[in-house]
């Protein structure tokens, strides 16, 4: 892995549960807006990017996949960690205690002179010689900090954990209940197996943002709309810059639409029944008040997608992120032949509307598109496999891993041979294959 040199800017970003599809939104994020950078290193924890200039901490509210945004100040190598905490050897710790509390270090984690600081220390771990030594390592560099603001006359209280959580990290939640941004600080301790990056939080996500633009708005489907997570995430992924024509065809309630009016965009909804069209109209209405998008540019039409360009003019819209139908809600796991089935039924549906999607797109237009994702009682999976129809019909398979926005990482290969990204938890029987295509 390539050593970073500090004098950049560098940042590690903490991802949610669906890390490859959190690192293809991020890269996908910086290029449509033209930032330089690169990603450093890699895991399902964290990533370090290295940036040309300096991050708004506004960032993490446009990225869905991102929870927690930190700026490094310092990086020791595994290796001495390992020294001091598996091999105890003293003269690790006591160089690693130096590299803590020296005064770049410490002065860029408490900048804000307080009567009293407030802190916590969470530990992501790569590092499978250090992750049984995570619980220690955080007490360490806890003490050491709590110790050095009371020699300078600072009260100051350490955060812990209750006994029962696993790793020792503050959730977001934590992190923003305590106003540890602003009127605190979170030290975020990056095991990689080549380096330990030492970081302060900078920004995290709010999610009762997001469960309010879930529950609060006037309407909602709970068993058949996206997360507004995962819509945020598909948004960025379909290159929706301010301004650009965002269409979704299939757009029940709204949830796509709504992140793409908070990404700026001019939004155009689409479904075939009548209940949802008026549904999203009243959620849109609420979003423009509620948020004070005074200049939010938003249609919603009663429609067939599988007659696409009946209803949208060709080569009009610059991207089109939607959730088709994904098939019944199931109570029990399918067996094989019914899961084909359930792909089968759907597939006329899908190679439609990818037509008039093609159709509908500007040349270089986007597609970011769900498709079903069927576990089966044999524990297979069986999909639409729509990459296959999309490049029968034109479209091309995005791949977001490119070597370029790597710090010469072979591990990049292995990301580039999945052409989509899959949404599913254990408890799912049906999960989201999400796939990136361009015109």
């Known amino acids: 892995m390539k050593i970073l040199r500090l004098e950049e800017t ?3 970003f903490i991802p949610g549960k669906n890390w490859r599809l959190s690192l293809a939104e991020l890269v996908t994020f910086f290029k449509a807006r033209n930032f330089k950078f690169k990603v450093a290193d890699f895991s399902k924890s964290f990533f370090v990017v290295a940036v040309d200039g300096v991050l708004d901490p506004a960032l993490a509210d446009c990225l869905g996949g991102t ?9 020791v190598s595994s290796e001495t960690l390992e020294d001091a905490f598996v091999h105890r050897r003293e003269k690790a710790l006591l160089e690693i205690k130096a590299d803590l509390l020296s005064d770049y270090v ?31 390592i955080q007490r360490f560099v806890g003490s050491c900090f709590k110790k050095r603001l009371a020699s300078q006359g600072t009260k100051a209280r350490f955060m812990g954990f209750p006994k029962n959580r696993q790793l020792p990290q503050l959730t977001h939640v934590e992190v923003l209940k305590k106003d540890l941004i602003e009127r605190g600080t979170e030290i975020l301790l990056c095991l990689g197996r080549e380096h330990v990056f030492i970081s302060k939080t900078v920004a995290v996500h709010n999610p009762f943002e997001f469960q309010k633009r879930d529950v609060s708005r006037p309407v909602q489907r709970k068993i058949f709309s996206i997360p507004p997570r995962l819509a945020k995430i598909m948004v960025n992924l379909s290159l929706c810059l301010p301004g650009k024509v965002l269409l979704d065809p299939f757009c029940g309630v709204g949830t796509i639409l709504q992140e793409a009016l908070m990404a700026e965009a001019q939004v155009i909804g689409m ?5 949802c069209v008026e549904a999203s109209c009243r959620n849109l209405d609420w979003l423009r008040s509620e ?9 919603v039409q009663r429609g067939d997608s599988r007659h696409l360009t009946d209803k949208i003019d060709e080569k009009t819209v610059d991207c089109i992120v939607t959730e088709p139908d994904l098939g019944p809600a199931l109570r029990h796991l399918p067996t094989e032949s019914y899961a084909r089935r359930i792909t089968d039924n759907l597939e006329p549906l899908y190679c439609d509307f990818l037509e008039g999607a093609y ?31 999309a490049k029968a019909i034109g479209f091309n398979i995005v791949h977001p891993f490119e070597m370029e926005a790597f710090a010469n990482d072979t591990r990049v290969e292995e990301l580039t041979r999945t052409p989509s990204f ?8 049906i999960g989201r294959e999400i796939n990136i295509l361009q015109k």
């Open 10 to 12: 560098v940042y590690v």
């Open 67 to 75: 929870i927690k945004v930190g700026r490094i100040l310092s990086q």
């Open 106 to 136: 410490f002065d860029g984690l408490f900048e804000t002179p307080m009567i009293k600081h407030v802190f916590g220390v969470s530990v992501y771990s790569e590092n499978p010689r250090l992750f049984r030594l995570s619980k220690k």
């Open 271 to 275: 479904d075939i029944n009548p209940w």
């Open 291 to 299: 948020y004070n998008l005074k200049d939010a540019k938003y249609t």
């Open 359 to 389: 159709r509908a797109l500007r040349a270089e237009g986007r597609l970011v598109c769900v498709n079903p994702y069927v576990k089966t009682r044999s524990g297979n999976f069986i999909s639409l496999k729509l990459e296959e129809k």
């Open 422 to 429: 899959i949404d599913m938890e254990k408890r799912h029987k």
